[in-house]
Each structure stands twice: as C-alpha cells, then as structure tokens.
C-alpha cells in the first residue's frame, strides 16, 4: 500500500490529494496479514473483556464473603454478649428473693456465679477492644527481655488456674534460659487464645504440648493439640478476621472469629510468624516464630 499525495493551485484554490495505492501482486499476503490482525484485535478484546469481568467477578464475590462473615461477627457477638447478661440477670432476680436467704448455699453459689459470668463478659469486651485497638496506627508494643520458657511456664499455669484444670498440658523447652524480647501481656494472650482454642476444639480429654525451641535466629513455640482438627478447605483462612470454622451445633465451640487473628498480629507485630498444620480427626500444630534477643 503507498500513500501518495499531491498538491497544486488552481485558479483561486489549492488542490490537495491523496491517493491510496494498492499493490495488487501482494494482494493474498495483505488480506492475510489483515485478516490476522482482525483476529488478534479481536481475541485480545475478547480476552480483556473476560479479565475485566473475571476480576470485577471475584471483587464482588470477596465483598460478600467478607459482609457474610461480618454478619456472622454481629451474630455471634450478639449471642456471646448476651448468654452471660442473661445468666446474670436471672441470678440477680434470684437473689431478690426473700426465701434465698435461708439457704446460704444458694446464696453463694448464685453470687459466684454472677462473678463468673462477669468476668466471661469482660473478658469478651476486652477482645473486642483489644483487636479493634490493634489496628489502629499507635498501637505500640511494650516490650521487655524476658526468658522464655519462664513466661510460657506462668502462661499454662494461670491458663490451668483461670479454666480449673480444664486440659492436660505437657511442656516441653529445650531453649534453656533464651531470652526474647516481648509484650508480656499482649505474648501472654497470645498464648492463652492457642490453649483456650484447643481445649474448645476437642471432642475429648484435651492434652495439648507447648514446646519452645531455637530455630537458627529465632525461637519457635509450639502448641499442639488432640482436637478436631481443621479441614484442609478451611485452614488458609483461619487467621482472618471473623472467620470460623462450622463445627455444627456443639455448644463447646462458641466464639467470635478473632484469637487467631489476634495471635497472626500478635507474632507479626513481634518480628516474627505463626503457621498451623492439621490433621482432622487428629489435631492441630501451631507454630510461632520469634525473633531471639541477642544478650549483650
Ligand atoms: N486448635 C484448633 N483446633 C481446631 N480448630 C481450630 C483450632 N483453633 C482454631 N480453630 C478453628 O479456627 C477458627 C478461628 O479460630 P479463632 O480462635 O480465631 O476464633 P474462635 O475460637 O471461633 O473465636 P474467639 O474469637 O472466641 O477465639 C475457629 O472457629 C475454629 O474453627
Ligand atoms: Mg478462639
């Protein structure tokens, strides 16, 4: 193809032409060059217009899941908040009763428990606060050299204290006065959400093993358990915010979706990782990596 333009002057005007010139002895290659190019124009728009749809599909889709898990929170919070309230309230009316007084058992017991549920309740405010307070920008760790393996050992101890001996747990720490250095409270609660998921996780008796051990710079605690385990399907989304697992109806596992979450934070903020290996039916490993404190 040549492009060929003129120009001359004629009269009281200017002539300006184009002409366009077809090589006709090249005729078949140049209608299957276009014929190509046609093609590639339009498999290329097909393509992007299945891109685009494909991604404005899965944006759409993670919009909902995360809205569908979000209700689930509110659902879940809800039911949380509002099973203590309710035991408490009915062992407020208990006491208002006049007959109660004679039997100082009675008594006792209902104002024990109006201390245990209140405590569950704070306990679950505290969460709430604790994970939305995480995420703002001047959450700051308080951090002190501490050895490890003695903060895990007052760790189970108050965990067995606060649950009544609720699990059977083996420790086992071969890091031998290592220190690191840590937010005791924030570590402290971080450990307690992996013990407390395992002894809700467990059909059975739960006996669960906390290791601690270094691993080249960092010093890795395990904690493992003989619970249900978690389905393969499930595990890459575990330690988001909100998500659970469906475990059906069983009263035991109750929860908001945050202790993990928590935990990843947690480790994160540190320096350092958690990761998980499950075998359903089986039990669950949880692995976290923190950064070993170099004694000057
Ligand atoms: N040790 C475990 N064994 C089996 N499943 C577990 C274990 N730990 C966590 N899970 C699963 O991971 C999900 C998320 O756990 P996470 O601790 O974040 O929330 P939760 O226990 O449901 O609520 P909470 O906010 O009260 O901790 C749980 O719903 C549970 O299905
Ligand atoms: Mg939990």
């Not at 599909?57 to 659902?75: A, G, P, T, V």
């Not at 050992?153 to 420790?171: H, P, R």
Request: proline share 2%.
């Amino acid at each position: 193809m040549v492009i060929v333009n003129t120009f001359r002057e004629e009269r009281n005007h200017f002539i300006l032409e184009f002409h366009y010139l077809l090589d006709l002895t090249h005729k078949n290659e140049m209608v299957f060059r276009e014929a190509l190019l046609s093609f590639v124009l339009i498999t290329g728009s097909i393509l992007i217009v299945f891109l685009v749809f494909g991604l404005t599909w899965r944006n759409l889709m993670e919009e909902r899941r995360l809205s569908e898990l979000k209700s689930d929170f509110i659902n879940n919070m809800t039911h949380e908040l509002k099973t203590p309230l309710s035991t408490i309230t009915v062992a407020g009316r208990t006491l208002e009763k006049e007959q109660i007084f004679t039997d100082r058992n009675k008594v006792l017991e209902t104002a024990r428990l109006i201390g245990k549920q209140s405590v569950h309740l704070n306990q679950l405010i505290n969460t709430i606060l604790e994970v939305s307070f995480l995420e703002r920008e001047e959450f700051e760790l308080d951090r002190h050299k501490v050895v490890i393996d003695e903060l895990l050992q007052q760790v189970v101890t108050s965990f067995l204290t606060s649950c009544d001996g609720c699990a059977e747990i083996k420790e086992d720490y071969s890091t031998n006065g290592m220190e690191a250095s840590v937010d005791i409270v924030y570590f402290t609660t971080m450990i307690s959400n992996l013990l407390s998921n395992a002894v809700k996780y467990c059909d059975g008796e739960p006996v669960i093993t906390v290791k601690a051990a270094a691993a080249g710079n960092d010093i890795e605690i395990t904690v493992a358990d003989n619970g249900l385990g978690i389905p393969s399907e499930h595990i890459g989304h575990i330690f988001e915010k909100f998500y659970r697992v469906p475990h059906g109806n069983i009263h035991k596992t109750k929860g908001l979706g945050l202790g993990l979450y928590y935990v990843r934070r947690i480790a994160m903020a540190h320096g350092g990782d958690v990761t998980v290996t499950s075998k359903p039916g089986r039990g669950s490993t949880f692995k976290i990596k923190i950064p070993i404190q170099k004694t000057s």
